[in-house]
């Protein structure tokens, strides 16, 4: 079975840094889209970034500029870099994963992904909190 284990949440405060990673098992993270999101308290699951292969990650409005996204074939591992975090960056941080497939347009199929929450395996999320 597909399992996606994130890591690397914690208390923060405003203006500092974290690197959240989710450990990919039972797919090949780096033949597959993975994404991130988040979901503050009462709001609804946001998109946060994804990426597929080597392509050109994408990004939510919210975080451009201040989150990268990256993988690690080798650990079957991506990461969420996250920059100049803010008191509403806090939220509880998901990590998702699809198959797909690579082909001249999968940078507009990832983004279209991301848009509608289109991922099948979903981890069980890890706490970022950002105080000011």
């Known amino acids: 079975p597909v399992q996606l284990v994130e890591s690397g949440g914690g208390s923060v405060q405003s203006g500092g840094s974290l690197r959240l990673s989710c450990a990919a098992s039972g797919l090949n993270a780096s033949s597959a889209c993975m994404g991130w999101y988040r979901q503050a308290l009462g709001k609804e699951r946001e998109e946060v970034a994804a990426i597929y292969g080597d392509r050109d990650p994408t990004y939510g409005d919210s975080v451009q500029g201040r989150f990268t996204i990256s993988r690690d074939n080798a650990k079957n591992t991506v990461y969420l870099q996250m920059y100049s975090l803010k008191p509403e960056d806090t939220a509880m941080y998901y990590c998702?994963?699809?198959?797909?497939?690579?082909?001249?347009?999968?940078?507009?199929?990832?983004?279209?992904?991301?848009?509608?929450?289109?991922?099948?395996?979903w981890g069980q999320g890890t706490q970022v909190t950002v105080s000011s």
């Open positions: 998702a994963a699809d198959p797909c497939v690579d082909y001249e347009g999968i940078y507009y199929t990832l983004r279209m992904k991301m848009r509608l929450h289109d991922f099948g395996y």
